[in-house]
């Protein structure tokens, strides 16, 4: 009897010596067939499960054009949902390719970490929500309430920051998960709710009665929200930047999923230069010569996926914004493809 | 002296007849006197008990019975109607549609609907192997046991997480041969040859015949193949990742498998730190010490967070199996000192007579001390158990999705969001621990009542 | 082996090497050491491999950097967002050492009145204690904490229509806002005279032990004492012109400002972590109860003794030496589930430091390891005490 519990864990030992050793990032998704994303645990519009398991939201189309732009098959991709704390763990031991969960770029996270930030998907600021009863109407009013927050991200950072240069007291309530945050703003523990205005107007979905909660106007840090890759693999690197830039390239010359085909036959060398019918751009990045058309067909331009999952017709109705392209008064600006 | 019988004369030929007890010692009454009125302070004491029985008992009823809203299809069902609903405002009860509404999700977690049946044939072998183990009086333990320790964990992870385990071979390099599962069986082949030559010489050094030992050497390895050979190959089975395991089932999943790999390695450090080798002793201490040192808590964070650090470049664990690591560490030093406790059971002269007989070590430990020991500390497995499984909720906090998980995640669906709906879900999850726990806890007690008789 | 084997005279058993026991351990040992120094060896080349390769720092520098963050409970220490993340290390260290001091203090009593109760001749009373300790101890702890955190605590009425409990201040989701002491000048010279009533009741004490041992008269040295440590500092206070004044919360825009704070977290960990450790401790006292020989009592009984002074002076010191050992093992328990305060946002150690503070820097193997360490010196500090205090009690063998 003994013998064969010894042999059960000699299975063990195997199995995991049974993993191959790693190279770059781009063969080892090429080998095993899909590319790992680390997402959020469910933040609505930006990665959110429904009950079926199927993740949608602004930061999943992103790992999605990843796998097309890879594989030329936008559904070659796994999502592992991460907390706060795991996430950077789980990008820096190979765990994920690429970590797409609303995270902010900073310098200690872009240095020290050992992370570089592939782009900005999302403009973002913190903000507050408090509840309408309580009558506050800037943040300047807030002296001595309760804020509730997440720990381990630059918000519970930002509010410390805040509250002293304005010297303000308050008591913050710092949770692990999201939801804690949530429950505990809804049950009253805190007067004040603080992330990234995104999200507030996320979260506030979840709230039992959404509209008795208002966001304040001030916004009181910069949120550059972008997918992180890990230090030292410039191939990987350069292959998630310029899915972002595709992206935003395509909705620059109004290349669409549904017009992506009929664009091939464009005379605009830099549609053709995006599309791969000029030029071996692919080739430069590893991948197919077909890769942003396969983003843009089976994933959309920027403004496809910004409007199908935060957008104004969304139950989180946020408009562009900041995240408008630079053309029309906002940030997204990408280089060319040349 | 010779007649005193006959000249004394008050001594009673015949017995006083039986007569009923006094009415105040028997009977309802009687019992009362005794148990709960022997005196004033005990009066008092008694009277203050029914008091607040009085206050909690009703309330625990209306709450979770005769107030509570039985169905309904959202949050209004169990609303007051200043929450929008049309319970009157003093209302608190429990909501159990909710509970109705979210089983299936308490139970399975998200496993996929159309693969449920595969979880239910897991469940159903796990009570159908347990039940007779349990049961003292049904024969065949040794072949139940060998069903429930190698035939049911395999199967379970064939069924739960659809087999067609990938093989990619570990010894040969790829130069000689690229990873494939072909590769694999070389390797497998070439390093059971390996073992069974290391066992010869070591048998033929020391003057032992070594037939026996390589026969059996070269049957495990055998086994192991089957074993692997099950794992690897493709059913047809949809494979289900680990993210979409969860509920009760995982809850199972994680107590299970952490007690079935923290008995072996349990009996193995308590022999280490009974052992006379001083680094062999000094090492068990050192183990146990430190783990029996340390919040689970924190050994999970470690699993989860510095665990991946640990492994060389591009060999990753899956969430669930990190975590199950932390918890089988964890548990197996609490069970080494379980069984240890057992071993300082036995008496020296079971030692020694085994010694005498001429067993060595291993066989003396195999056929003599550890049959006994594991016999007396069954209801200490059964109480590490116990504490295992209620454990297991912690996982909850590096954001598995068990039982408890699954129920706060249920929380931030405002479908059934009310004030009431996170102590329903509580209440229910409690009551679901208190059974299995109180069960469990109950037979240990049933098995030290039985296992006692023969010291007597 | 046949007898005429048998080595004749002094001369020594000639065995392979290998079958001698001494050699085959030391090879045994040495394959252990080889092995474990191999595995210490490959993880720490591992780590140190992967860290370098991602580029993150290691290293103990960040203590001395400020954390940047704040926290809401730090009942003794200075702590702002300024502070370093070492001093967060202590404020966490300091949390979770309160919450453990006040969770083994309401545990023990709450476990010995239901283990003393559980053997209560009252049918009522030790009915209510056995129940009382099934349910407790085969309930999740972690499930304890989230009933009354999101059960109980959550669904009290929110700052604006706090509940008020008068003189004990007001009660509402965001905590217990209880009167607070303001100690003005002159309060120094109370807290020396309650010192120094302590000191003299020692005196007195041993005083009158040796009267007893002497002459079989007895001395009430407990009413003496608790006079003796009340009345000083209450003496005192008003010869010093009653220095101490009480800050009642007032209401701010906020619900309830100012007084003394007991935040909910905090409220929600003691009562579930003493709650469940008592349910283990009034075990351990029932099972030290029964070990004491029934003559025991009968003696006492015999000798004309009440019942509650055979309990307090003749089961209770002998059951101790029995529930010692246990004991401790349960109140180093209750300090390791004290990080399960993590999953509710009280800032104990683990939620801190092994939390928010590796969050913020990502230097994982530092911090889990000091985190780590930090128990297990709890822990090896406890037992060692315990240890200490168990010898000085155990019984006498002659």
Redesign the interface.
């Known amino acids: 009897m003994k013998k064969t519990i010894v042999s059960a864990l000699g299975v063990a030992a195997m199995s995991v010596t049974a993993f191959g050793a790693s190279a770059a990032t781009l063969d080892d998704v090429k080998a095993k067939g899909f590319v790992q994303c680390g997402v959020s645990q469910g933040l609505p519009g930006f990665s959110n499960p429904d009950s079926a398991g199927n993740w949608t939201g602004i930061d999943v189309d992103l790992c999605k054009g990843v796998a097309a732009a890879v594989f030329g098959d936008a559904t070659k991709v796994k999502f592992t949902p991460l907390s706060a704390k795991e996430r950077f763990t789980a990008l820096q031991s190979g765990e994920i390719d690429v970590l797409s969960r609303n995270t902010t770029w900073t310098a200690t996270r872009d240095t020290t970490l050992g992370l570089n930030f592939a782009g900005v998907n999302y403009y973002d600021g913190q903000g507050f929500m408090v509840r309408n009863d309580l009558g506050v109407k800037s943040a300047l009013e807030l002296s001595g309430a309760s804020v509730c927050t997440n720990t381990g991200t630059t918000t519970e950072l930002n509010v410390a920051d805040y509250f002293r240069a304005n010297k303000l007291e308050y008591e913050i309530v710092a949770f692990e998960k999201a939801d804690e945050v949530v429950a505990a703003y809804d049950a009253g523990r805190c007067d004040v709710y603080t992330t990234d205005q995104s999200g507030l107007y996320a979260q506030r979905l979840k709230l039992t009665n959404p509209a008795d909660h208002t966001v304040l106007p001030e916004i009181i840090s910069k949120e550059p929200l972008g997918p992180v890759v890990r230090q030292g693999d410039d191939q990987w690197f350069n292959l998630v930047k310029w899915t972002h830039f595709a992206m935003v390239n395509a909705e620059e010359l109004g290349i669409t999923s549904a017009n992506a085909e009929e664009m091939k036959n464009s005379d605009n060398p830099a549609i053709k230069r995006v599309l791969g019918t000029e030029g071996e751009f692919g080739a430069a990045l590893g991948v197919g010569n077909d890769w942003a058309f396969n983003i843009i067909s089976q994933v959309g331009n920027y403004a496809e996926t910004f409007n199908r999952n935060v957008g104004p017709d969304t139950p989180l109705a946020i408009a562009r914004g900041t995240n408008d392209l630079w053309s029309k008064g906002g940030l997204q600006y990408a280089p060319p493809i040349r | 002296m010779s007649n005193t019988k006959n000249s004394i004369s008050f001594v009673r030929a015949e017995m006083v007849p039986e007569m009923a007890p006094p009415i105040n010692e028997s009977g309802v009454l009687g019992w009362m006197r005794k148990n709960l009125f022997s005196s004033i302070p005990n009066t008092i004491l008694t009277l203050l008990a029914l008091y607040i029985l009085y206050l909690i008992i009703p309330g625990m009823i209306q709450w979770v019975l005769t107030d509570a809203v039985w169905s309904g299809e959202s949050r209004l069902a169990c609303a007051t109607i200043a929450q929008g609903g049309e319970l009157p405002n003093d209302w608190k009860a429990a909501c159990w549609p909710y509970v109705g509404a979210y089983l299936k999700l308490f139970i399975y977690g998200r496993y996929p609907d159309a693969e449920l049946w595969r979880v239910n044939m897991v469940l159903i072998m796990f009570f159908v192997g347990l039940v007779p183990l349990l049961m003292p009086n049904v024969g065949f333990k040794r072949e139940n046991l060998v069903f429930m320790l190698v035939i049911f964990p395999i199967a379970s992870f064939v069924l739960l997480s659809g087999g067609n385990l990938d093989l990619n071979g570990f010894l040969l390099p790829d130069a000689i041969m690229g990873p494939s599962e072909f590769k694999f069986w070389v390797d497998f082949l070439i390093l059971s040859l390996i073992i069974c030559g290391v066992v010869w010489a070591y048998m033929n050094a020391t003057d032992t015949d070594p037939k026996q030992a390589v026969t059996i050497t070269a049957i495990t390895m055998a086994v192991l193949a089957v074993i692997l050979f099950v794992m690897s190959v493709d059913f047809g089975l949809e494979p289900v990742e680990t993210d979409r395991w969860g509920g009760f089932v995982m809850t199972l999943v994680i107590a299970v498998t952490g007690i079935v790999a923290a008995l072996p390695l349990g009996i193995l450090l308590a022999l280490g730190r009974r052992s006379d080798m001083p680094a062999v002793s000094l090492f068990s201490v050192i183990f146990i010490e430190f783990w029996r040192g340390v919040p689970l808590i924190t050994v999970l964070f470690m699993s989860s967070v510095m665990l991946p650090l640990f492994l060389p470049d591009g060999v990753t664990f899956d969430k669930l199996l990190r975590a199950l690591i932390g918890v089988a560490l964890f548990s197996s030093a609490y069970m080494a000192e379980v069984v240890r406790g057992g071993m300082q059971a036995i008496p020296k002269g079971q030692y020694e007579g085994a010694m005498a007989v001429g067993l060595n070590y291993w066989q003396s430990m195999r056929m003599i001390i550890l049959p006994q020991a594991l016999k007396i500390v069954i209801p200490g497995i059964v109480n590490t158990f116990i504490g295992l499984f209620k454990d297991t909720t912690l996982v909850s906090i590096i954001g598995l999705l068990d039982f408890l998980g699954i129920i706060n995640l249920s929380h931030s669906d405002s479908t059934w969001a009310t004030p009431v709906q996170a102590m329903t879900s509580y209440v229910f999850c409690a009551f679901i621990f208190f059974l299995f726990c109180f069960g469990m806890s109950r037979y240990s007690i049933y098995m030290e009542d039985r296992l006692n008789t023969s010291h007597r | 082996m046949a007898v005429t084997d048998m080595p004749s005279g002094d001369e020594k058993p000639k065995v392979?090497l290998?079958?001698d026991p001494k050699f085959r351990?030391m090879i045994?040992?040495a394959l252990?050491?080889v092995l474990?120094a191999w595995l210490v060896w490959?993880?720490i080349d591992?780590?140190a491999?992967?860290?370098q390769?991602?580029?993150?720092?290691s290293g103990f520098g960040f203590l001395s950097t400020a954390s940047?963050?704040?926290?809401?409970f730090s009942p003794f220490l200075e702590y702002?967002?300024?502070s370093s993340f070492m001093q967060v290390y202590w404020v966490g260290l300091q949390n979770t050492l309160v919450l453990a001091v006040i969770g083994i203090f309401f545990a023990t009593i709450i476990g010995f009145i239901m283990g003393i109760a559980r053997l209560?001749?009252?049918?009522?009373?030790s009915k209510?204690a056995y129940w009382y300790v099934?349910?407790m101890?085969?309930?999740?702890?972690?499930?304890?904490i989230?009933?009354w955190y999101?059960?109980?605590l959550?669904?009290l009425p929110?700052?604006?229509n706090s509940i008020d409990l008068g003189a004990l201040g007001f009660l509402?989701?965001?905590g217990l806002f209880a009167p607070q002491f303001i100690f003005g000048e002159g309060s120094g010279v109370m807290g020396w005279a309650l010192l120094i009533a302590i000191a003299v009741t020692f005196v007195i004490n041993g005083w009158a032990k040796k009267r007893q041992m002497a002459t079989g008269e007895r001395f009430p040295v407990f009413w003496t004492g608790l006079g003796l440590i009340i009345g000083l500092p209450i003496l005192m206070y008003f010869i010093m012109g009653q220095p101490v004044t009480t800050e009642y919360p007032t209401s701010?825009?906020?619900g309830p400002?100012g007084g003394m704070r007991v935040i909910?977290?905090f409220i929600a960990l003691i009562l579930a972590l003493s709650l469940y450790t008592a349910a283990f401790i009034a075990e351990i006292v029932r099972a030290g109860i029964l070990a004491v020989n029934r003559g025991q009592t009968e003696a006492s009984y015999a000798l004309g003794l009440r019942p509650g002074q055979t309990l307090r002076l003749n089961i209770i010191p002998q059951a101790m030496r029995v529930i010692i050992p246990p004991l401790t093992s349960q109140y180093?328990n209750l300090a390791?589930?004290s990080?399960?305060a993590?999953?509710?946002?009280y800032?104990d150690l683990?939620?801190v430091f092994?939390?928010?503070a590796?969050?913020?820097?990502?230097q994982?193997?530092e911090i889990?390891g000091m985190?780590?360490l930090t128990?297990?010196a709890i822990?090896?500090v406890t037992s060692l005490f315990m240890n200490w205090y168990n010898a000085k009690n155990s019984l006498v063998e002659r």
């Open positions: 392979k290998l079958n351990s045994f040992q252990l050491v474990l490959s993880m591992n780590a491999t992967n860290l390769k991602a580029g993150i720092a940047g963050f704040g926290l809401n702002t967002s300024s209560s001749n009252n049918w009522v009373i209510i099934e349910v101890r085969n309930i999740p702890l972690l499930l304890q989230f009933i999101k059960g109980v959550a669904t929110t700052s604006k509402n989701t965001k701010g825009n906020f400002r909910p977290e180093l390791k589930n990080s399960l993590v999953a509710i946002a800032p683990t939620a092994a939390g928010t590796l969050n913020q820097t990502g994982a193997v889990i985190t780590m128990y297990l822990s090896l």
